[in-house]
Nanobody
């Protein structure tokens, strides 16, 4: 089992940048594929980014491609979401998610595919 804690959210002006971090504790973080999701008020939780347990494969939602980057540092038990050129529509609570994976280069894009979730961190982008 793994526990996830997000940090790095906040208020930023449009065009600005934020870097979200997800600290994982527990066993075998290197065996977990990880992802980021977001949920705006009154909306469903949407996929943002995913990374395989090796870190070698990543996937981004079309709405954030070219602006966001996902990465992981296995030695630090952490996953990051670098967010550049932020837009007001990026405003949401951002959640880190993890799941065990038998496959080195597989990522997962469905929220239902993840076992573990953080508590979320608020990102607000002002226009």
């Amino acid at each position: 089992q793994v526990q996830l804690v997000e940090s790095g959210g906040g208020l930023v002006q449009a065009g600005g940048s934020l870097r979200l971090s997800c600290a994982a504790s527990g066993r075998s973080f290197s065996d977990y594929a990880m992802g980021w999701f977001r949920q705006a008020p009154g909306k469903e939780r949407d996929f943002v980014a995913a990374i395989s347990k090796s870190g070698g494969n990543t996937n981004l939602a079309d709405s954030v491609k070219g602006r966001f980057t996902i990465s992981r540092d296995i030695a630090k038990n952490a996953v990051y979401l670098q967010m550049n050129s932020l837009k007001p529509e990026d405003t949401a609570v951002y959640y880190c998610a993890g799941r065990g994976s038998a496959f080195v280069n597989t990522y997962y894009v469905g929220a239902s595919e993840y076992e573990y979730w953080g508590q979320g961190t608020q990102v607000t982008v002002s226009s």
